[in-house]
Protein backbone atom coordinates (compact mmCIF):
# COMPACT_ATOMS: atom_id res chain seq x y z
CA UNK A 1 0.00 0.00 0.00
CA UNK A 2 1.34 3.35 -0.53
CA UNK A 3 1.11 5.19 2.40
CA UNK A 4 0.64 9.09 1.83
CA UNK A 5 0.70 10.28 5.31
CA UNK A 6 3.70 12.63 6.92
CA UNK A 7 4.14 14.17 10.01
CA UNK A 8 6.13 16.77 9.03
CA UNK A 9 3.79 19.91 7.47
CA UNK A 10 7.18 21.81 6.84
CA UNK A 11 8.54 19.32 4.70
CA UNK A 12 6.12 18.41 2.66
CA UNK A 13 4.71 22.14 1.98
CA UNK A 14 8.64 22.67 1.30
CA UNK A 15 8.23 21.18 -1.99
CA UNK A 16 6.31 24.19 -3.37
CA UNK A 17 8.32 26.95 -4.67
CA UNK A 18 7.93 31.03 -4.60
CA UNK A 19 5.45 31.33 -7.50
CA UNK A 20 3.68 29.05 -7.49
CA UNK A 21 -0.08 28.65 -8.10
CA UNK A 22 -2.48 27.05 -5.31
CA UNK A 23 -5.97 26.14 -5.66
CA UNK A 24 -7.11 26.89 -1.82
CA UNK A 25 -10.22 25.16 -0.26
CA UNK A 26 -12.76 26.61 2.55
CA UNK A 27 -15.23 29.43 3.25
CA UNK A 28 -14.23 31.77 5.56
CA UNK A 29 -12.61 29.93 8.29
CA UNK A 30 -14.30 27.15 7.88
CA UNK A 31 -12.24 23.95 6.12
CA UNK A 32 -9.41 26.50 5.61
CA UNK A 33 -6.27 24.45 5.25
CA UNK A 34 -4.06 27.22 7.75
CA UNK A 35 -1.17 24.84 8.74
CA UNK A 36 -0.45 24.41 4.98
CA UNK A 37 -1.14 28.60 4.75
CA UNK A 38 0.97 29.55 7.67
CA UNK A 39 3.66 26.72 6.52
CA UNK A 40 3.95 29.01 3.55
CA UNK A 41 4.76 32.43 5.07
CA UNK A 42 6.92 29.82 7.79
CA UNK A 43 9.34 29.24 4.44
CA UNK A 44 8.98 32.69 3.38
CA UNK A 45 7.40 31.66 0.04
CA UNK A 46 6.36 34.66 -2.44
CA UNK A 47 5.27 36.17 -5.65
CA UNK A 48 2.07 33.16 -5.27
CA UNK A 49 -0.84 32.98 -7.47
CA UNK A 50 -3.78 31.95 -4.60
CA UNK A 51 -7.34 30.79 -6.30
CA UNK A 52 -9.68 30.72 -3.37
CA UNK A 53 -13.19 31.72 -2.61
CA UNK A 54 -12.52 34.76 -0.27
CA UNK A 55 -9.36 36.12 1.93
CA UNK A 56 -11.06 36.80 5.16
CA UNK A 57 -11.11 39.17 7.44
CA UNK A 58 -7.83 39.19 9.59
CA UNK A 59 -4.22 38.06 9.19
CA UNK A 60 -5.07 34.48 9.06
CA UNK A 61 -5.19 31.42 6.84
CA UNK A 62 -4.79 33.47 3.33
CA UNK A 63 -5.03 37.35 5.22
CA UNK A 64 -1.42 36.49 6.48
CA UNK A 65 -0.16 35.81 3.30
CA UNK A 66 -1.75 38.89 2.01
CA UNK A 67 -0.46 41.02 4.90
CA UNK A 68 2.81 39.97 4.68
CA UNK A 69 3.17 40.43 0.68
CA UNK A 70 3.31 37.23 -0.61
CA UNK A 71 0.82 37.05 -3.26
CA UNK A 72 1.18 38.03 -6.64
CA UNK A 73 -2.09 36.84 -7.47
CA UNK A 74 -5.38 36.43 -6.30
CA UNK A 75 -8.10 34.76 -8.15
CA UNK A 76 -11.08 34.90 -5.69
CA UNK A 77 -15.09 36.04 -5.11
CA UNK A 78 -14.37 37.71 -2.04
CA UNK A 79 -11.45 39.42 -1.15
CA UNK A 80 -12.94 41.64 1.84
CA UNK A 81 -9.47 42.24 3.75
CA UNK A 82 -8.53 45.70 3.48
CA UNK A 83 -5.25 45.11 3.86
CA UNK A 84 -5.15 43.63 0.45
CA UNK A 85 -7.18 46.38 -1.74
CA UNK A 86 -4.13 48.49 0.08
CA UNK A 87 -1.85 45.99 -1.47
CA UNK A 88 -3.56 46.01 -4.57
CA UNK A 89 -4.77 49.68 -5.16
CA UNK A 90 -1.07 50.27 -4.79
CA UNK A 91 -0.03 48.11 -7.77
CA UNK A 92 1.48 45.31 -5.42
CA UNK A 93 -0.54 42.37 -6.44
CA UNK A 94 -3.04 41.37 -9.22
CA UNK A 95 -6.69 40.73 -8.57
CA UNK A 96 -9.23 38.34 -10.79
CA UNK A 97 -12.88 38.65 -9.39
CA UNK A 98 -15.09 35.44 -9.98
CA UNK A 99 -18.79 35.63 -9.12
CA UNK A 100 -18.32 32.65 -6.51
CA UNK A 101 -20.42 29.54 -8.34
CA UNK A 102 -18.15 30.60 -11.63
CA UNK A 103 -14.95 29.67 -9.29
CA UNK A 104 -16.15 26.23 -7.85
CA UNK A 105 -17.49 25.36 -11.05
CA UNK A 106 -13.62 26.55 -13.02
CA UNK A 107 -11.93 24.34 -10.25
CA UNK A 108 -14.22 21.09 -10.61
CA UNK A 109 -13.78 21.95 -14.48
CA UNK A 110 -10.34 21.75 -14.31
CA UNK A 111 -10.15 18.94 -12.22
CA UNK A 112 -12.59 16.96 -14.75
CA UNK A 113 -10.07 17.55 -17.75
CA UNK A 114 -12.86 20.51 -18.87
CA UNK A 115 -11.05 23.03 -20.79
CA UNK A 116 -13.84 25.50 -20.63
CA UNK A 117 -17.47 26.02 -20.21
CA UNK A 118 -20.21 29.08 -20.99
CA UNK A 119 -22.04 30.30 -18.10
CA UNK A 120 -24.28 33.38 -18.16
CA UNK A 121 -23.14 34.61 -14.78
CA UNK A 122 -20.97 37.32 -15.59
CA UNK A 123 -22.21 37.95 -18.68
CA UNK A 124 -22.36 41.13 -19.91
CA UNK A 125 -20.43 43.06 -16.79
CA UNK A 126 -17.44 44.40 -16.27
CA UNK A 127 -16.08 40.88 -15.20
CA UNK A 128 -16.17 39.83 -18.73
CA UNK A 129 -16.09 42.68 -21.08
CA UNK A 130 -12.59 43.63 -20.23
CA UNK A 131 -12.61 46.43 -18.23
CA UNK A 132 -12.15 45.24 -15.16
CA UNK A 133 -8.91 46.35 -13.90
CA UNK A 134 -6.38 43.06 -13.20
CA UNK A 135 -3.27 45.29 -11.90
CA UNK A 136 -2.90 49.01 -11.04
CA UNK A 137 0.24 50.98 -11.52
CA UNK A 138 2.39 52.24 -8.27
CA UNK A 139 0.97 55.38 -9.13
CA UNK A 140 -2.86 54.81 -8.84
CA UNK A 141 -3.72 54.22 -12.73
CA UNK A 142 -4.93 50.90 -14.73
CA UNK A 143 -1.87 49.22 -15.73
CA UNK A 144 -3.96 45.77 -16.99
CA UNK A 145 -7.32 44.70 -17.27
CA UNK A 146 -8.45 41.57 -17.42
CA UNK A 147 -9.09 40.34 -20.96
CA UNK A 148 -12.35 40.37 -22.25
CA UNK A 149 -14.09 37.02 -22.78
CA UNK A 150 -16.06 35.27 -26.01
CA UNK A 151 -19.91 35.48 -25.66
CA UNK A 152 -22.43 33.67 -27.25
CA UNK A 153 -26.05 33.92 -27.45
CA UNK A 154 -27.69 30.39 -26.62
CA UNK A 155 -31.33 29.93 -26.54
CA UNK A 156 -31.89 33.60 -26.74
CA UNK A 157 -29.58 34.20 -23.32
CA UNK A 158 -26.28 35.53 -23.37
CA UNK A 159 -23.50 33.34 -22.23
CA UNK A 160 -19.59 33.88 -20.96
CA UNK A 161 -17.11 31.19 -21.79
CA UNK A 162 -14.64 30.44 -18.69
CA UNK A 163 -11.60 28.25 -18.76
CA UNK A 164 -11.14 25.34 -15.90
CA UNK A 165 -8.57 25.84 -13.36
CA UNK A 166 -5.76 23.87 -13.41
CA UNK A 167 -3.33 24.94 -10.18
CA UNK A 168 0.49 23.88 -9.51
CA UNK A 169 -0.90 22.50 -6.30
CA UNK A 170 -3.99 22.35 -3.82
CA UNK A 171 -4.61 23.20 -0.61
CA UNK A 172 -7.16 21.26 1.38
CA UNK A 173 -8.33 20.65 4.96
CA UNK A 174 -10.63 17.47 5.42
CA UNK A 175 -11.64 15.81 9.12
CA UNK A 176 -11.23 12.56 8.28
CA UNK A 177 -8.40 11.02 5.85
CA UNK A 178 -6.53 7.45 5.59
CA UNK A 179 -3.07 6.77 4.40
CA UNK A 180 -4.10 6.11 0.99
CA UNK A 181 -5.51 10.38 0.86
CA UNK A 182 -9.33 9.24 0.99
CA UNK A 183 -10.98 12.05 2.41
CA UNK A 184 -14.27 12.89 4.18
CA UNK A 185 -14.95 16.70 5.06
CA UNK A 186 -17.21 18.06 7.65
CA UNK A 187 -20.65 19.85 7.71
CA UNK A 188 -19.46 23.66 5.65
CA UNK A 189 -16.18 22.51 5.53
CA UNK A 190 -17.60 20.15 2.43
CA UNK A 191 -17.13 23.49 0.15
CA UNK A 192 -14.89 24.72 -2.27
CA UNK A 193 -12.02 21.83 -0.97
CA UNK A 194 -13.15 19.16 -3.17
CA UNK A 195 -12.82 21.40 -6.00
CA UNK A 196 -9.43 22.72 -4.97
CA UNK A 197 -8.27 19.24 -4.25
CA UNK A 198 -9.23 18.16 -7.78
CA UNK A 199 -7.90 21.29 -9.49
CA UNK A 200 -3.80 20.38 -7.98
CA UNK A 201 -1.43 19.22 -10.36
CA UNK A 202 0.09 17.98 -6.38
CA UNK A 203 -2.50 18.00 -3.86
CA UNK A 204 -2.03 18.16 -0.05
CA UNK A 205 -4.62 17.50 2.93
CA UNK A 206 -4.44 18.64 6.04
CA UNK A 207 -6.46 16.17 8.39
CA UNK A 208 -8.33 16.72 12.22
CA UNK A 209 -8.33 12.98 12.54
CA UNK A 210 -6.24 10.04 10.76
CA UNK A 211 -8.48 6.47 10.28
CA UNK A 212 -7.43 2.81 9.70
CA UNK A 213 -7.48 2.70 5.74
CA UNK A 214 -10.52 1.38 4.68
CA UNK A 215 -12.70 2.34 7.43
CA UNK A 216 -14.31 5.34 5.36
CA UNK A 217 -17.47 4.09 3.65
CA UNK A 218 -17.21 4.55 0.05
CA UNK A 219 -20.33 7.01 0.45
CA UNK A 220 -18.56 8.86 2.79
CA UNK A 221 -15.51 9.49 0.68
CA UNK A 222 -16.02 13.45 -0.88
CA UNK A 223 -12.71 13.48 -1.80
CA UNK A 224 -10.88 10.18 -3.38
CA UNK A 225 -7.37 9.20 -2.65
CA UNK A 226 -6.38 9.37 -6.39
CA UNK A 227 -6.58 13.29 -6.19
CA UNK A 228 -4.31 13.33 -3.37
CA UNK A 229 -0.13 13.15 -2.93
CA UNK A 230 0.08 13.81 0.65
CA UNK A 231 -1.68 13.57 3.98
CA UNK A 232 -0.32 15.83 6.83
CA UNK A 233 -1.74 16.80 10.28
CA UNK A 234 -3.91 19.86 11.03
CA UNK A 235 -2.55 21.69 13.54
CA UNK A 236 -3.33 20.47 17.11
CA UNK A 237 -5.51 17.42 15.75
CA UNK A 238 -5.79 13.89 16.38
CA UNK A 239 -4.17 13.14 13.47
CA UNK A 240 -1.21 13.57 15.19
CA UNK A 241 -1.59 9.87 17.07
CA UNK A 242 -0.16 7.17 14.29
CA UNK A 243 -4.24 6.54 14.00
CA UNK A 244 -7.36 7.39 15.48
CA UNK A 245 -8.10 5.83 19.14
CA UNK A 246 -11.08 3.17 19.15
CA UNK A 247 -13.42 2.45 21.96
CA UNK A 248 -13.13 -1.16 22.93
CA UNK A 249 -15.53 -3.67 21.67
Keep these: MIDKFRTEVLSVVDRVPSGSSIAVGGFGSSGRPDALLDALCDLDRRDLHLIVNNVGDDASGVGRLAV ?8 ASFPILQEFYDSYFAGKVELELIPQGTLAERLRAGGAGIPAFFTPSGAGTMLSDGTFTLRYSPEGGVAEHVPAKEHRIIGGREYV ?7 DFGFVK ?50 PGVF ?20 PS
Excluded: C, W, Y
Aim: charged residues 30%; without cysteine.
Design 68 to 75: EGRLRRLT
Design 161 to 167: LEEGIVA
Design 174 to 223: AHQGDRKGNLRFRLSARNFNPMAGMAGRHTIAEIEHLVEVDELHPDDVHL
Design 228 to 247: VDDVVPAAGAGAQRPLMERS
